[in-house]
C-alpha cells in the first residue's frame, strides 16, 4: 500500500471521536494488507523474456527462477499479530542485510545473515520462519554460514569462533569452541564418514570434527605449495567423499581425498574466463560440474570434474541475474543458491542440463 493512501487513512481516523474509531480503522487497514498475496517464486516458464545463460541462440543451461530478500518472496508471510505491529508503529518486514551463507534441505532452508547477525531459518512448506540470534548467552557475532545435518542446522559463526548446533525448531542445543582467532567459515557435510568439515581461513587449515564436536581430521597449513593454503573459505564435497576448497588467496581449488591427501586442483590468478579473483562459495551439482563465485567478478563460473572452464553465469549490478559481492552458494537438486550478499538478497537458479 503507498504512502499517499496510508496517510490518508490515518488521516481520516484520526478525525474520528475516541481511540475505538482509531482501532477500527487500523483493523481494516490490516485487512486490506493481508489480502494481498505474494508469489513465493519467478515463473520464468510464462515470462517473455526468461534469464538463461548462454544467451541465444545457444541452448540454455542455467536460468534465474526465484529472488528473495524477505520472508514474504518465500510465500512466508508475518503473524496477523506482528502485520498489526507494523501498521501501529510504522515498522516494516525485516529484511536481509548481507546475507553470507546458506543451506538448503527438503523444505528446510536458512540463510546466514552476516551483516544482520541472524540466521534465518526458513520452513518453506509449513510456511513458518525463525530468526536465530545465538546460543543460550551467547550472541551471534558474524554467522557466515550454515549446513543441514541429519536434522540438525549447524552455524559458523566467524566473530565468536564457535560453531551452533540447533535442532530443526531453532533450539540451541550444542555449542563448539574453537581457538580464539580461529573465525571458522565455510562448512560441509559428509554424512557417511559422520564429518562436518570446517574452512578455517585464519589458522590455513581446513578442520574435521565428529558429531560431538571432536577434530578428527587437519588438512593444511599456510603456504603456496600444493596442498597448502592462503585463506581458505569455502567447501563443497563430490559423490566420493572428496573435499573441493576455495582456497582464496592462493586464487585456486584444491581437491582432498577423504583421508586429507591432495588429489588435484585448478584455477590461478588472472582476469579471463576460468581465472580467478577472489573465489568463495563453491558447489557440485549431480553431473559433477564445479560452480565456483568469485567475489570480484560478480559472477559464478562452472567447470567440470578436471577444471575445465564450461561457462560463466550473471554480471555486476542489481537488476535480477546481476550480483554484487556474491559470497555462499549450495546446490540442492535442480536449484543453485547464491547469497548476492551486497543487494541484501538470495538469488535462485535453475540448472537445465547440458554436455559434461
Known amino acids: 500500500m503507498s504512502s499517499v493512501t496510508s496517510n490518508a487513512v490515518i488521516h481520516a481516523t484520526s478525525r474520528a471521536v475516541g481511540g475505538t474509531a482509531r482501532i477500527v480503522g487500523t483493523l481494516t487497514l490490516l485487512a486490506l494488507v493481508s489480502c494481498r498475496q505474494l508469489s513465493p517464486s519467478i515463473d520464468r516458464e510464462t515470462e517473455p523474456h526468461r534469464i538463461v545463460w548462454p544467451p541465444a541462440p545457444e541452448p540454455a543451461r542455467i536460468e534465474l527462477v526465484q529472488i528473495f530478500g524477505r520472508a514474504s518472496e518465500l510465500g512466508i508471510q508475518r503473524s496477523w499479530w506482528r502485520r498489526l505491529g ?3 508503529t510504522g515498522g516494516t518486514e525485516p529484511h536481509l542485510i548481507r546475507p553470507a551463507g546458506i543451506a538448503a534441505s527438503g523444505e528446510s532452508l536458512a540463510v546466514a545473515d552476516a551483516g544482520g547477525g541472524i540466521v534465518d531459518l526458513y520452513d518453506v512448506r ?58 571458522p567459515a565455510g562448512l560441509a557435510v559428509d554424512e557417511g564418514r559422520g564429518r562436518l568439515y570446517v574452512a578455517a581461513p585464519i589458522a590455513h587449515q581446513v578442520l574435521a ?35 573441493y576448497v576455495t582456497d582464496a588467496l592462493n586464487f585456486r581449488v584444491q581437491i582432498f581425498a577423504p583421508d586429507g591427501t591432495l588429489v588435484g586442483s585448478f584455477g590461478h590468478e588472472g582476469d579471463g574466463s576460468g581465472d580467478f579473483a577472489r573465489p568463495k562459495g563453491i558447489g557440485i551439482d549431480a553431473d559433477g560440474h564445479v560452480y565456483v563465485v568469485d567475489a570480484l567478478f560478480d559472477a559464478v563460473q562452472i567447470f567440470d570434474a578436471e577444471g575445465r572452464f564450461l561457462l560463466a553465469f550473471a554480471a555486476h549490478g542489481s537488476d535480477a541475474g546481476q550480483f554484487w559481492l556474491p559470497s555462499g552458494l549450495t546446490i540442492a537438486g535442480d536449484r543453485i543458491y547464491v547469497a548476492d ?16
Do not use: M
Not at 554467522?143 to 559458523?156: K, N, Q, T
Not at 558429531?211 to 597448502?228: C, F, H, K, W, Y
Not at 550478499?341 to 537445465?352: A, C, E, H, I, P
Open 86 to 88: 507494523d501498521v501501529l
Open 126 to 183: 509449513q510456511r513458518q520462519q525463525r530468526a536465530l540470534t545465538g546460543c543460550g548467552d551467547v550472541a551471534f557475532q558474524e554467522p557466515v554460514s550454515v549446513a543441514f545435518w541429519s536434522g540438525r542446522l549447524y552455524v559458523s559463526d566467524g566473530g565468536s569462533a564457535r560453531i551452533h548446533v540447533f535442532d530443526l525448531a531453532g533450539e540451541c542445543i550444542d555449542s563448539w569452541k574453537l581457538p580464539d582467532g580461529s573465525r
Open 209 to 243: 570434527f565428529d558429531r560431538n564436536g571432536t577434530v578428527s581430521l587437519q588438512i593444511g597449513r599456510r603456504g603456496t605449495d600444493p596442498g597448502e593454503f592462503n585463506f581458505p573459505g569455502w567447501l563443497a564435497l563430490d559423490r566420493q567423499g572428496r573435499i
Open 341 to 356: 550478499s551486497y543487494n541484501r538478497r538470495v538469488q535462485v537458479f535453475r540448472y537445465l542440463g547440458g554436455p559434461s
